[in-house]
């Protein structure tokens, strides 16, 4: 009841291209694979692994934030760190 009490819609012109945020699609390079991934960071409740809805306050959602195009990240996974480079942001 709180969270929808706090909750507010947010338009597409509020999400950002130059730093990732929330409703943020973001364009991944694994660059040890050179696997590109594309994911759009959600509010955890609205995660989907099937449609590459991932949460802001996963490792690899929270290692993105505030971020900017061409900028290097390091996610701490159970298997290791992963080492992605952000190819583009776009609204999600």
Known sequence: RELLANARIISEDEIRTDEV?????VILKDLETGEVWTVTLVPPAEVDLLQDRISIDSPVGHALLTHGKGKQVVVQAPAGKIRYEILGIERG
Do not use: E, K
């Open 21 to 25: 945020g929330i409703g943020s699609r």
